[in-house]
């Protein structure tokens, strides 16, 4: 059932939509004389090594392991400054600014790296990209008031922001087709792992251990940017054939066709006229073409349904939301440490149904899954506002805990990993920096709208109010994924490009055979 949807409609015609949008300030038609190479050889012959590129992905997406702890620092620390004990002592308004504000300073770093990314490259990029979440940590561990963990919050929040979209696109062009869906989902390993991390050292020491700890990851991460090559796609669109070469030679091995690789890429590059962009109009001209427009709308609309489903409200509360159910303080943080891992676990389980299923069934699962959980807690924690009312102690205190662990389990299958591979393959290369940073924009965006109004959210609509907002949210979802997302499994990023360009008019499998083939 999902191949009847697996694409957009069609968005103008061929004639209309095939002209590409910009060669040094000026419209060229493309030349259709000039054809493509044959499709790539899928075959397990003509590939490359896999582990040159699994190695290269892990190594660029070690610093998204800061972006989960940023996400659970806030879980295990807040209970912690809210005690009388603590050294700093934070009321709830402190509280809930300590919870936004990484996402508050995430849009900036989006919006620098994704322009960074498309002048210096994606390498340089990731390696800038340390420096703000080394010093964000540092500030937080040495703090001794409350404005300095703001500013360190602030930081780790603008080096998360950074890392983001670098790391994925960097992956997505390192790797081939047959890999991509499996490597571009590391990233959402590294934020699951990072967000464990944080829960499991944050339970045991205090809240500045944790963070002068967390400062070793974006260390570890710019030392090994060091060794890795800069992209062949980026080199190529900036004339560098050469070092593109040596680039692909580092990252596929003895085992593949480099030439044929190379010539695919230059052949894609002639035909449509990719150039490095040497004005402010050129850059606007690549902004408003349909080729960027359209996925940047879908994937906009894709986070803001997703993060609203409340899955960060979750990660960032979630001590605090098992103890609303009912759990006892000893099990509060021994449930969030349990859910850590239940989402890592997912989160690798999703890297693997994503190169077997595509991303719209996992979408489809994910909005389904989330959406009646939360509408399950919101019933639950409605009946436990009665109860207190009453006088009488919560009953069937399983029922909140399985609705928090299958909406994690749902969330990350899809939500949690999708969105985040498809910035790395719907983009033009010209703008694929600058509009991957938009998107992370205003994913964090949604973020920090989400985690900065759930307070006002609980106070005003109780938690079950609040749920059930957020189930109404991912439910209502599903009608937009089933019309507009389209499937991008096993597709190369030319075709990809193609299709929102509107040369081609489907990215449907053409056949079972190359659908069995591709990922």
Known sequence: MWSQKSSLPSYGSLENDTTPFVYNGTTTPVISKTPLPQKPNNSKAGRGKALRQILASLVANLGT?????????????????????SSIHITE???????????????????????????????????????????????IAFACNIPMIYVG????????????????????EVSQPHLRGMLGALASVGVSTGVLISYVIGSMTAWNILAGVSAIVPMLSLLGMLLLPETPNYLLSHGNR??????LVKLRGSTCD?????????????KNHVEPLSSVKDYIKALLSPSALKPFAILAVYFFIYQWCGV???????VEVFRASGATKENQYWLTIAMGIVRLIFTVVGCILCRRCGRRPLTFVSAVGCGSTMIV???YMYFVEQWKQAGVAPMYAWIPVAAIFIFMISCTLGYLIVPWIMIGEVYPTQVRGIVGGMTTTAAHLSVFSVVKTFPFLKDALNYYGAFAVY??????????????????????????EDYFCGRTKTLKQPNKTEGALST
């Open 258 to 270: 480099i030439d044929e690789e190379i010539q695919r890429m230059i052949a894609f590059k002639e």
């Open 471 to 496: 189930g109404a949210m991912s439910i209502g979802g599903i009608a937009f994924f089933y019309i507009f997302l389209p499937e991008t499994k096993g597709r190369t990023l030319q075709e990809i």
């Open 242 to 247: 050469d070092r593109a070469e040596s680039s």
């Open 153 to 172: 919050r602030l930081m780790i929040g603008l080096g998360s922001g950074m890392v983001g979209a670098p790391a994925r696109v960097y992956t997505c």
């Open 65 to 85: 392991i800061n972006t989960g702890m940023a996400f659970g620092f806030s879980a295990t620390v807040l209970p912690q400054l809210k005690s009388n004990e």
């Open 377 to 379: 807690l919101a019933v």
């Open 93 to 139: 308004t402190e509280a809930s600014w300590i919870a936004s504000l990484s996402a508050a300073g995430t849009p900036v770093g989006c919006l620098l790296s994704g322009y960074l990314m498309d002048v210096i490259g994606r390498r340089l990029t990731l390696l800038i990209t340390e420096v703000p979440l080394i010093l964000g940590w540092l500030l």
């Open 312 to 318: 960060n409200t979750i990660t960032f509360f979630a």
